[in-house]
């Protein structure tokens, strides 16, 4: 098991951390996000240009087939860019569920579209009332002749207008959290009956309610088995939330940046405040907690490819709740260190708060997967 | 989350396991797992079964013993070692002398010492603190005054851990009062067994007596004792609070700890079930396991830069704070874990030869003590407050 960064994700994390640099300032980023959907298409097609679409793309469906942790590295560099475009939706969770469980026609639709920038995906699973109950499923697909018809809620769609597809998760059997009886669909998402209620997010991105209301599907629009998704719904998932770690690892790195900067400028009291031992204990304590929090997402972005769904479930949580109490104590203490300028929405510390806080609350808060870890324990 | 492991790695660690179950004595196991004190003998016997191995300086350059092992294997070592209730080789020679006469020693102090070291010939301790110089080191004043061919020594040494067994000492001593404190002091190597030389013990407050003051008076110093230049003691000081720092972050015994804390709480009744049962002690445990697994993580990380030629650097401040948080924590929950029976202190009962019946259930006989031992690891090689503000001036520049 290494450790260490290989010289492929070497390069990789220097181009992408140059990219947020020079084409992705905290200006820039404010432009983009007040764009009609939300982000930018011509983003987008740079981020297809050079290769981050096709990254985890299996590469016999046109992508680079990376692992996890190369993943991972791109994720931390968009983090620390607060990047808006949508590839949680599109590339990890909509193309992770295509390439995990879809059939050769679907996969050859949807992954090189994805990996070339052409196709958008929105992953269409939260309901409602599900809280962080994965398999909490109210939605319907019921049989109708060879095909089926879609009738319910799904809430928390990030990037659903801007999606070509959604991946829908349904019940055709059981009770509302039965594990088993739930089916995945690829729907046009301009389908007849389905319905969006789009809004911004506290966090700077886009997202809807979906309706689907009589949504007719044929039988070509399942993936996977029939009643059998929830593994695949459990294993993309959990490679989203280490990514998501991953990307927090690198907004963690930026906020302590900024904090520590701001507290070497600001001067009161005649000399900067950094001088204060109890604002540097501080800084040293949300560095610490970024360093344990980064160090532990690694080590299960590397076990997500070779691991068993217990292990692999395990190491998910561990760095969730890391991610969780590194990322609160970090946007908490990073805009109280900044003073009455940490609450301006000029300053990107707080919009790294949000966004940190927006990822503990995204597929299972902290005591989520505490509970989730204690339980496998 | 175990590690993933190459199939060397599984055999190393195998062959690591094997030998640690045929040669580690069934009461030394039981005496490590338990925080009882081990004695001299104990210590020496077991250290000298490893010198034998080729095993008691895996940290070493191999031409001067060490093992040649990679960082994983140094850590699934360490990690066996503590799962097996192996004693932890005693630091003061091996990862913290030894270093610095490596560094910076002459040839006639190499080839004297370090073999010394690898067989436990010597037993050393560390002379650094003093009543008026803890976290502020510099300060200190014992003095040496040099006199034709020796250093005559006088002063104080205290917080002096287990100098009740030692036989030698390495000092930091004052040799020029005028100009910057740090560039006045020296690094002197002392015999113990001399006229002049007063240990004196100091009861902690789980009784036990592991630490002592040590007096000093008219102590002679032949010079070539002297590790170095005169006035140079603090550079060589600092680089050994820089060498082998992952070691402090004591991962190995930790997880071993936390086995015996599940053990412990599986065992204990809590409202009609096992402790372990109940969500919210599960969930306390769960929090420190992930604690636990994300030092381990940054340990790997920091030995894997190391291999790679970085040196461990002040990040290895973070090792030394979470992994003491992390031991704490363990005891902590331990003297939870035992409820009522945390109470009785009976001291003969964590002898060797103690043979009356237990007072409560066998596992809570030492759990108390230890707990109040182990409030020293935040206290000890650098607070964790020197420790973050060695990391605000060196990593993030204040």
Not at chain 1, 220 to 240: K, L, S, T
Request: aromatic share 8%; charged share 25%.
């Amino acid at each position: 098991m290494s450790f260490a960064f290989n010289d492929d994700q070497k390069m990789l994390a220097e181009s992408a951390d140059r990219f947020m640099l020079d084409d992705y300032a905290f200006e820039t980023r404010r432009k983009i996000m007040s764009m009609d959907e939300g982000f930018s298409r011509e983003v987008w097609s740079q981020f297809a240009e050079l290769g981050w679409l096709a990254l985890p793309i299996p590469e016999e469906h046109g992508g680079l087939g990376g692992s996890t942790v190369d993943t991972a590295v791109l994720m931390e560099c968009f983090g620390r860019g607060l990047v808006v475009e949508p590839y949680m939706g599109t590339v990890v969770l909509g193309a992770g569920v295509v390439a995990a469980a879809g059939s050769d026609a679907q996969k050859g639709e949807i992954l090189a579209g994805v990996a070339e920038g052409r196709t958008l995906l929105g992953f269409a699973h939260i309901e409602p009332k599900a809280r962080f109950t994965l398999s909490h499923v109210e939605t319907t697909a019921t049989k109708d002749g060879a095909g089926y018809v879609l009738n319910g809620d799904k809430a928390i769609v990030h990037n659903a207008d801007a999606a070509d597809y959604l991946i829908v998760s349904a019940r055709t059997a059981g009770a509302t959290t039965d594990t088993d009886g739930v089916t995945l669909f690829l729907v046009d998402r301009k389908a007849e009956g389905v319905e969006l209620r789009s809004y911004p997010t506290i966090d700077g991105l886009r997202a809807s309610e979906v309706k689907l209301g009589g949504v007719k599907l044929g039988a070509d629009a399942v993936i996977g088995d029939v009643d059998g998704a929830m593994p695949v719904i459990e294993a993309v998932v959990d490679r989203a939330n280490v990514l998501l770690c991953a990307e927090a690892a690198g907004a963690m790195d930026a906020a302590v940046k900024l904090t520590v900067e701001y507290l070497k400028t600001r001067v009161q009291f005649g000399r900067p405040i950094g001088d204060f031992q109890v604002l540097q204990h501080r800084s040293v304590e949300m560095l610490g907690a970024k360093e344990y929090s980064r160090a532990l997402t690694y080590r299960a972005a590397g076990v997500m490819d070779v691991a068993n769904a217990r292990d692999r479930a395990r190491a998910v949580s561990a760095a969730k709740v890391e991610m969780g109490r590194a990322g609160k104590k970090i946007g908490q203490d990073g805009v109280q260190l900044h003073g009455g300028m940490g609450m301006t929405e000029d300053m990107a510390v707080g919009h790294y708060f949000k966004r940190l806080t927006m990822i503990d609350m995204l597929f299972g808060n902290t005591d989520h997967h505490l509970r989730r870890f204690a339980r496998l324990a | 989350m175990d590690l993933i492991l190459t199939p060397e790695e599984e055999a190393f660690r195998l062959e690591v396991r094997e030998f640690l179950a045929a040669e580690v004595p069934e009461e030394v196991k039981r005496k490590t797992m338990t925080g009882f004190r081990l004695s001299k003998e104990e210590h020496v016997s077991w250290q000298k079964k490893l010198y034998e191995k080729g095993w008691v300086a895996p940290g070493w350059p191999v031409e001067h013993g060490g093992t040649g092992w990679t960082p994983m294997q140094k850590h699934l070592f360490e990690e066996e070692c503590a799962a097996a209730g192996a004693p932890p080789v005693i630091a003061f020679g091996v990862t913290m002398v030894a270093p610095v006469i490596m560094a910076f020693g002459n040839d006639a102090q190499k080839g004297y010492y370090l073999p010394r070291i690898l067989r436990s010939d010597d037993w050393w301790c560390q002379g650094y603190s003093e009543p008026g110089s803890g976290s502020d080191l510099a300060s200190l004043r014992t003095k040496a005054v040099l006199n034709g061919d020796h250093y005559v020594v006088n002063g104080q040494k205290t917080w002096t851990s287990l100098a009740q067994h030692a036989n030698l000492m390495f000092c930091l001593t004052r040799t020029e009062d005028t100009g910057k404190r740090q560039e006045g002091i020296t690094f002197l190597l002392i015999d113990m067994e001399q006229p002049g030389v007063t240990v004196q013990p100091i009861t902690t407050i789980d009784g036990s007596q592991e630490i002592n003051n040590v007096f000093l008076e008219d102590v002679k110093v032949p010079v070539e004792n002297r590790i170095g230049e005169e006035g140079k003691g603090w550079t060589y000081a600092k680089y050994l609070l820089g060498h082998e720092r992952t070691g402090i972050a004591a991962v190995g015994r930790s997880k071993a700890q936390l086995k015996r804390l599940k053990t412990i709480a599986s065992a204990e009744q809590h409202e009609g079930q096992a402790l372990i049962e109940d969500a919210n002690f599960r969930e306390k445990i769960a929090e420190i396991e992930i604690d636990l697994l994300a030092l381990e993580s940054l340990v790997l990380r920091v030995l894997s830069d190391e291999s790679s030629g970085k040196g461990p650097g002040p990040e290895a401040s973070f090792l030394k704070i979470r992994g003491t948080e992390v031991q704490q924590g363990i005891t902590e929950l331990l003297v939870e874990a035992v409820g009522n029976y945390a109470h009785p202190y009976v001291p003969d009962a964590m002898k060797t030869g103690w043979n009356e019946d237990p007072i409560g259930p066998e596992h809570a006989a030492s759990i108390a003590p230890h707990y109040f031992n182990w409030r020293k690891a935040s206290i000890y090689g650098g607070s964790n407050e020197i420790q973050k503000n060695i990391i605000a001036k060196a990593v993030l520049g204040f």
